[in-house]
């Protein structure tokens, strides 16, 4: 199951990334249907199938439902497609195209998800420790940060959100680095966060923003660090 689903998949990054170039999207959008690139997209998805497979035409009922179930989820999202839903229609296309994917594995090797296994602790420690270094963690952080929060700091020249996805960011990659053993990661990560914030610093007319970012970065490592090492902890009373 697994070696089919990872041609599968490898044939779908190839068709819909690698040799999709920005001109054939910018045309599918503008023309839709009409688009010939969007015929040339599909015919790649064929070709790449037929690669990863070595031409193996006992897979023809996968390669029409593929081909076919490509061919019109892209015409749906062609169809569908404004500025302001864009994000949420790519990350639905791709979930489409993988679920396609899963059906088409299970009809050449069937296989069964057991709804038993979401239940699994090691699971559930897993999905609650990542909630708790993403979510959690910025509500905790912005919590403890308001008392200290200055005007100055929502400036119309940054990115929106962009400090929340940025921490959430940092501490997952920390989290990883914890559990992979592998802490020599974290002074890195540390290292090139003081680079990039060292214009802000050295701009700032007083010390109130630089202790704001020491507090907000000191406070963020920590709770992952937390989490990370709660998690190994638990983990090993589990197993």
Same mark, same amino acid.
């Given at each position: 199951?697994?070696?089919?689903?990872?041609?599968?998949?490898?044939?779908?990054?190839?068709?819909?990334?690698?040799? $999709?170039?920005?001109?054939?999207? +910018?045309?599918?959008?503008?023309?839709?249907?009409?688009?010939?690139? #969007?015929?040339?997209?599909?015919?790649?998805? #064929?070709?790449?199938?037929?690669?990863?497979? $070595?031409?193996?035409?006992?897979?023809?009922?996968?390669?029409?439902?593929?081909?076919?179930?490509?061919? @019109?989820?892209?015409? !749906?999202?062609?169809?569908?497609?404004?500025?302001?839903?864009?994000?949420?229609?790519?990350?639905?296309?791709?979930? &489409?195209?993988?679920?396609? =994917?899963?059906?088409?594995?299970?009809?050449?090797?069937?296989?069964?998800?057991?709804? %038993?296994?979401?239940?699994?602790?090691?699971?559930? /420690?897993?999905?609650?420790?990542? +909630? *708790?270094?993403?979510?959690?963690?910025?509500?905790?952080?912005?919590?403890?940060?308001?008392?200290?929060?200055?005007?100055?700091?929502?400036? %119309? +020249?940054?990115?929106?959100?962009?400090? &929340?996805?940025?921490?959430? /960011?940092?501490?997952?990659?920390?989290?990883?680095?914890?559990?992979? %053993?592998?802490?020599?990661? !974290?002074?890195?990560? @540390?290292?090139?966060?003081?680079?990039?914030?060292?214009?802000? +610093?050295?701009? &700032?007319?007083?010390?109130? /923003?630089?202790?704001?970012?020491? =507090? *907000?970065?000191?406070?963020?490592?920590?709770?992952?660090?937390?989490?990370?090492?709660?998690? $190994?902890?638990?983990?090993?009373? !589990?197993?």
């Amino acid at each position: 199951m697994i070696p089919l689903f990872i041609k599968l998949i490898l044939a779908h990054f190839v068709g819909d990334f690698l040799l $999709q170039p920005e001109k054939w999207v +910018l045309h599918k959008e503008k023309h839709k249907h009409k688009s010939k690139f #969007l015929y040339y997209h599909v015919l790649i998805h #064929l070709i790449a199938l037929l690669l990863v497979l $070595q031409f193996n035409f006992d897979y023809w009922l996968g390669f029409l439902i593929i081909i076919l179930s490509h061919y @019109i989820i892209d015409l !749906i999202k062609l169809k569908l497609k404004t500025k302001s839903n864009a994000r949420r229609l790519f990350a639905l296309d791709q979930l &489409a195209h993988f679920i396609i =994917i899963a059906i088409v594995v299970s009809i050449y090797e069937p296989f069964e998800l057991n709804i %038993n296994s979401f239940y699994n602790p090691i699971f559930l /420690l897993f999905i609650t420790t990542i +909630l *708790g270094v993403t979510v959690v963690s910025s509500i905790i952080m912005k919590t403890v940060i308001s008392k200290w929060y200055f005007k100055e700091d929502n400036s %119309n +020249l940054s990115l929106e959100n962009a400090g &929340a996805f940025i921490g959430i /960011l940092e501490r997952l990659f920390v989290f990883v680095l914890i559990i992979t %053993n592998h802490w020599e990661g !974290i002074g890195f990560l @540390i290292a090139a966060k003081s680079v990039l914030r060292f214009s802000d +610093l050295s701009k &700032a007319k007083d010390r109130k /923003l630089t202790e704001y970012i020491l =507090i *907000g970065t000191l406070l963020s490592y920590g709770l992952a660090v937390l989490f990370g090492i709660s998690y $190994q902890f638990l983990l090993a009373y !589990i197993r």
